[in-house]
């Protein structure tokens, strides 16, 4: 580094911290090396690397100012970036100030950080030109000055020019003087009078020194020529020129024109311009005219580079006299820079259940104009539930101001326009893509709101009933649907060991073979589960409807089936057609047309005697009886079903027809033809018979009598006996489907008229009824104590009767 001062006062880094209005304010010497420590922000704000790096610190230049220094968020310091020149950053100007501003986000928080370039003695005082040439009349008197002009020093202050030397002669002096600005100036002196016939040239050695350490000097040499007198020397009109000069003027733009005049005539009072002071970065940009004094512009001019300018114009008459004049261009802005739009932060993608008035992004919004040119308005174009809240300074924070549902709308594309207040006005616009994440706020959601199926009974394991679907508008593991049963049971059985459910399909299957007699339909709640977390669920009621086969075939309650007990019912001779004289009663366990029966006489003693109702099952007299009817009818009846194929089941009816038990004979099995041999032991067994049936009778009202809540176990219809033991009591046909209702009610009467008993006996059956899961069996160990070779004999104008 170039003339680097060793003092311990001087150019050592200087760190303070600015505290008015939390500026922070620094100093260091100009080319300092890469990495040099500048200062230390987080320390003064009280901040540790770590949390730079979470709230995001940079650096960001403020404006025109050039990138010297940048943030190390390791350590929190200031560092330079790359080495500077303070004559480079600032020219002419006495304070070399860099602005930044250090941004730290989560929250949002800008502090101002001015770094100051202290000038060190890095350049030499240096002459306009290396030869001073003087013409000066030998009439000149003793005392004459001559202006030699200035030496130019880019360094400021201590290190700029401080003195100047003239080397040994004979004949002049050196004064130093001090002009408007404050800059020092060298006047030659003339101590002895120069006379032309002994000395026509005089070379003289002037040094100009600055006050730095070490000390910088620069030199000239003066040719003096000795002449005739010259009196006068050339003066400007003004001392001083400020202009005013718009940026991006074109080349040969005339910035203004210096003037001088010189009261001598002739050579003496010709005029002649040149710059006798002036920056290099002004030497690339402006020229001087030496006949007219006009400044051009021969170069860019750019406000953001460069904004001010100074240069001395000195003005030399044809004998060698001179003066000098101060020359200010000030740079006006013209609005040519359109805004920077800078992302600086952005949640991409947001959550979808984000709240109103979130923050996602920061936006930095730059115009490198000045002053109106450089205030900017900035906004989003589209109809999009987002807005721009201006922060701190040119910040701008995108709010976020409706709800938003993924489901909906996944992404948004925003643009962000920015205009400033220049005449014209430019504007600039940034485009950005934000996404929706997905969040799992929606349930799956079934296709019906509820299901039916249908199961025809005596399936097979693993049939497939039916299939459930839900969906789940949610994304990826959100939207994935899973199906299971809700643990529940049917009729006291876990549902899971009838149906199964496959968990990715919805497919319902049945576990096992359904029986319709069992039970005809039953429910189960499927619930459908997304895989989010939590995850989210609904429930449907699925509805299995069994459909019956003719898997099962007529049962006869009555009469009861062969080999049970006999069953023989009384018919009077005196009956006439179309008499009642028995009732076939039966049952199916299935439903619909598999239960419809129809009866059939299909083969009996007298065909011509009896006839069958076809649904009925009542047995009537076809015609009427007469003496020559055989006393003992045999009645074999087919009761077959209406499903395909029909199912069928017989039985066999027997029938006594008489008006007198002394005329039956004894009776153990009506299956077989009695001879009529021995007729005193038959009256003698039918005497024992009516004796035993009286005694047993009247044993059963009193019991009656003791247990009214028991049933009774004889149905009377006139002179039928129909033993209770095969019309089950416990009996019901499932939802009404059967051949039975829910409760079957048997009212059978004895009249008061007849001549065997004076009781009348009511009873009904409707206490109990059979579950569907039993089945049409006969209750076994139940004692009826009229199971056995039971006869009943009543009046001719006995009444008996049927009631449901």
Same mark, same amino acid.
């Given at each position: 580094?170039?003339?680097?001062?060793?003092?311990?006062?001087?150019?050592?880094?200087?760190?303070?911290?600015?505290?008015?209005?939390?500026?922070?304010?620094?100093?260091?010497?100009?080319?300092?090396?890469?990495?040099?420590?500048?200062?230390?922000?987080?320390?003064?704000?009280?901040?540790?690397?770590?949390?730079? /790096?979470?709230?995001?610190?940079?650096?960001?230049?403020?404006?025109?100012?050039?990138?010297?220094?940048?943030?190390?968020?390791?350590?929190?310091?200031?560092?330079?970036?790359?080495?500077?020149?303070?004559?480079?950053?600032?020219?002419? !100007?006495?304070?070399?100030?860099?602005?930044?501003?250090? /941004?730290?986000?989560?929250?949002?928080?800008?502090?101002?950080?001015?770094?100051?370039?202290?000038?060190?003695?890095?350049?030499?005082?240096?002459?306009?030109?290396?030869?001073?040439?003087?013409?000066?009349?030998?009439?000149?008197?003793?005392?004459?000055?001559?202006?030699?002009?200035?030496?130019?020093?880019?360094?400021?202050?201590?290190?700029?020019?401080?003195?100047?030397?003239?080397?040994?002669?004979?004949?002049?002096?050196?004064?130093?003087?001090?002009?408007?600005?404050?800059?020092?100036?060298?006047?030659?002196?003339?101590?002895?009078?120069?006379?032309?016939?002994?000395?026509? =040239?005089?070379?003289?050695?002037?040094?100009?020194?600055?006050?730095?350490?070490?000390?910088?000097?620069?030199?000239?040499?003066?040719?003096?020529?000795?002449?005739?007198?010259?009196?006068?020397?050339?003066?400007?009109?003004?001392?001083?020129?400020?202009?005013?000069?718009?940026?991006?003027?074109?080349?040969?733009?005339?910035?203004?024109?210096?003037?001088?005049?010189?009261?001598?005539?002739?050579?003496?009072?010709?005029?002649?311009? =040149?710059?006798?002071?002036?920056?290099?970065?002004?030497?690339?940009?402006?020229?001087?005219?030496?006949?007219?004094?006009?400044?051009? $512009?021969?170069?860019?001019?750019?406000?953001?580079? =460069?904004?001010?300018?100074?240069?001395?114009?000195?003005?030399?008459?044809?004998?060698?006299?001179?003066?000098?004049?101060?020359?200010?261009? =000030?740079?006006?802005?013209?609005?040519?820079?359109?805004?920077?739009?800078?992302?600086?932060?952005?949640?991409?993608?947001?959550?979808?259940?984000?709240?109103?008035?979130?923050?996602?992004?920061?936006?930095?919004?730059?115009?490198?104009?000045?002053?109106?040119?450089?205030?900017?308005?900035?906004?989003?174009?589209?109809?999009?539930?987002?807005?721009?809240?201006?922060?701190?300074?040119?910040?701008?924070?995108?709010?976020?101001?409706?709800?938003?549902?993924?489901?909906?709308?996944?992404?948004?594309?925003?643009?962000?326009?920015?205009?400033?207040?220049?005449?014209?006005?430019?504007?600039?616009?940034?485009?950005?893509?934000?996404?929706?994440?997905?969040?799992?706020?929606?349930?799956? /959601?079934?296709?019906?709101?509820?299901?039916?199926?249908?199961?025809?009974?005596?399936?097979?394991?693993?049939?497939?009933?039916?299939?459930?679907?839900? !969906?789940?508008?949610?994304?990826?593991?959100?939207?994935?649907?899973?199906?299971?049963?809700?643990?529940?049971?049917?009729?006291?059985?876990? $549902?899971?060991?009838?149906?199964?459910?496959?968990?990715?399909?919805? $497919?319902?299957?049945?576990?096992?073979?359904?029986?319709?007699?069992?039970?005809?339909?039953?429910?189960?709640?499927?619930?459908?589960?997304?895989?989010?977390?939590?995850?989210?669920?609904?429930?449907?009621?699925?509805?299995?409807?069994?459909?019956?086969?003719?898997?099962?075939?007529?049962?006869?309650?009555?009469?009861?089936?062969?080999?049970?007990?006999?069953?023989?019912?009384?018919?009077?001779?005196?009956?006439?057609?179309?008499?009642?004289?028995?009732? /076939?009663?039966?049952?199916?366990?299935?439903?619909?047309?598999?239960?419809?029966?129809?009866?059939?006489?299909?083969?009996?003693?007298?065909?011509?005697?009896?006839?069958?109702?076809?649904?009925?099952?009542?047995?009537?007299?076809?015609?009427?009886?007469?003496?020559?009817?055989?006393?003992?009818?045999?009645?074999?009846?087919?009761?077959?079903?209406?499903?395909?194929?029909?199912?069928?089941?017989?039985?066999?009816?027997?029938?006594?027809?008489?008006?007198?038990?002394?005329?039956?004979?004894?009776?153990?099995?009506?299956?077989?033809?009695?001879?009529?041999?021995?007729?005193?032991?038959?009256?003698?067994?039918?005497?024992?018979?009516?004796?035993?049936?009286?005694?047993?009778?009247?044993?059963?009202?009193?019991?009656?009598?003791?247990?009214?809540?028991?049933?009774?176990?004889?149905?009377?219809?006139?002179?039928?006996?129909?033993?209770?033991?095969?019309?089950?009591?416990?009996?019901?046909?499932?939802?009404?489907?059967?051949?039975?209702?829910?409760?079957?009610?048997?009212?059978?009467?004895?009249?008061?008229?007849?001549?065997?008993?004076?009781?009348?006996?009511?009873?009904?059956?409707?206490?109990?009824?059979?579950?569907?899961?039993?089945?049409?069996?006969?209750?076994?160990?139940?004692?009826?104590?009229?199971?056995?070779?039971?006869?009943?004999?009543?009046?001719?104008?006995?009444?008996? !009767?049927?009631?449901?």
């Amino acid at each position: 580094m170039r003339g680097l001062s060793k003092s311990p006062i001087c150019f050592i880094l200087i760190l303070a911290l600015h505290l008015s209005n939390g500026d922070l304010r620094y100093s260091v010497p100009e080319e300092m090396k890469r990495g040099y420590v500048v200062g230390n922000p987080a320390k003064d704000l009280r901040l540790d690397a770590k949390t730079l /790096v979470s709230r995001n610190a940079r650096l960001d230049a403020d404006g025109v100012s050039k990138r010297f220094s940048e943030l190390d968020t390791r350590t929190g310091a200031l560092i330079v970036s790359e080495p500077g020149d303070r004559e480079e950053l600032c020219g002419s !100007r006495q304070m070399c100030l860099l602005k930044y501003e250090l /941004v730290l986000e989560k929250p949002l928080e800008l502090h101002s950080v001015v770094v100051q370039i202290q000038d060190i003695n890095d350049n030499a005082p240096q002459f306009s030109s290396d030869k001073i040439k003087l013409e000066i009349s030998e009439s000149a008197v003793k005392g004459t000055t001559f202006f030699l002009g200035e030496a130019h020093d880019a360094d400021l202050g201590q290190n700029a020019v401080q003195g100047y030397s003239l080397g040994r002669n004979g004949h002049f002096s050196l004064h130093v003087g001090t002009n408007s600005d404050g800059g020092n100036y060298a006047e030659l002196v003339l101590d002895k009078e120069l006379d032309r016939e002994k000395e026509q =040239e005089v070379t003289l050695f002037l040094t100009a020194t600055d006050g730095g350490d070490p000390e910088r000097s620069g030199t000239a040499v003066i040719h003096v020529t000795v002449l005739d007198a010259n009196d006068n020397s050339p003066v400007f009109t003004q001392p001083v020129y400020k202009v005013n000069l718009p940026e991006n003027a074109p080349m040969g733009t005339v910035v203004v024109s210096v003037n001088a005049t010189d009261a001598d005539a002739g050579v003496n009072g010709e005029v002649m311009y =040149e710059f006798s002071r002036m920056s290099d970065k002004a030497a690339r940009i402006f020229s001087l005219d030496k006949l007219n004094g006009e400044i051009k $512009v021969t170069g860019p001019v750019d406000f953001e580079e =460069e904004s001010y300018y100074e240069m001395r114009v000195q003005a030399k008459d044809g004998l060698g006299s001179a003066s000098d004049a101060k020359v200010v261009v =000030e740079v006006t802005d013209v609005n040519d820079n359109s805004p920077k739009i800078v992302i600086k932060s952005l949640i991409n993608p947001f959550p979808e259940n984000v709240i109103p008035g979130t923050e996602v992004g920061i936006v930095n919004v730059q115009d490198e104009d000045s002053g109106q040119n450089r205030q900017v308005r900035c906004f989003i174009q589209e109809n999009v539930p987002f807005k721009l809240n201006p922060s701190i300074k040119n910040y701008y924070s995108i709010i976020i101001t409706t709800g938003v549902d993924r489901e909906i709308v996944s992404y948004f594309n925003i643009t962000i326009i920015a205009v400033d207040e220049g005449t014209p006005a430019l504007s600039s616009s940034k485009s950005i893509h934000l996404s929706v994440s997905d969040v799992n706020d929606n349930p799956p /959601v079934f296709e019906k709101i509820d299901y039916g199926a249908y199961m025809t009974e005596n399936n097979k394991p693993g049939t497939s009933i039916c299939s459930v679907s839900a !969906r789940d508008p949610d994304w990826r593991q959100n939207g994935t649907v899973l199906y299971s049963l809700v643990s529940s049971e049917v009729n006291g059985v876990p $549902v899971s060991s009838f149906i199964s459910i496959n968990a990715d399909t919805g $497919v319902i299957h049945a576990v096992r073979s359904f029986d319709y007699e069992q039970f005809r339909n039953f429910k189960v709640q499927v619930v459908a589960r997304d895989n989010g977390s939590p995850p989210l669920s609904s429930n449907v009621t699925v509805s299995v409807f069994i459909t019956d086969e003719n898997d099962n075939s007529p049962q006869i309650l009555y009469p009861a089936p062969e080999g049970k007990s006999l069953m023989t019912e009384m018919v009077p001779k005196a009956s006439l057609s179309g008499s009642l004289v028995s009732k /076939v009663i039966a049952v199916d366990a299935d439903s619909g047309q598999n239960a419809w029966l129809s009866y059939q006489i299909v083969k009996s003693t007298d065909p011509g005697l009896f006839t069958i109702g076809l649904h009925s099952g009542e047995i009537r007299a076809l015609r009427d009886i007469t003496e020559s009817d055989s006393m003992k009818q045999n009645l074999v009846i087919s009761v077959k079903d209406n499903g395909q194929p029909p199912l069928s089941a017989t039985c066999s009816v027997y029938l006594l027809i008489s008006d007198n038990l002394a005329e039956v004979p004894e009776l153990k099995d009506m299956t077989y033809e009695e001879s009529n041999s021995k007729l005193t032991s038959y009256l003698i067994i039918a005497l024992v018979s009516v004796s035993t049936f009286f005694l047993t009778f009247i044993i059963l009202i009193l019991a009656v009598r003791f247990c009214h809540k028991r049933k009774p176990r004889l149905l009377f219809d006139g002179a039928v006996a129909i033993p209770s033991a095969y019309l089950p009591p416990n009996y019901a046909e499932v939802e009404g489907a059967g051949t039975l209702r829910s409760s079957y009610n048997y009212d059978t009467y004895l009249t008061t008229g007849s001549r065997t008993s004076d009781f009348k006996f009511v009873a009904s059956y409707n206490e109990n009824t059979l579950p569907s899961t039993h089945t049409l069996n006969r209750i076994q160990n139940q004692f009826d104590p009229f199971e056995e070779n039971l006869f009943t004999v009543a009046s001719s104008d006995s009444k008996s !009767r049927f009631k449901r």
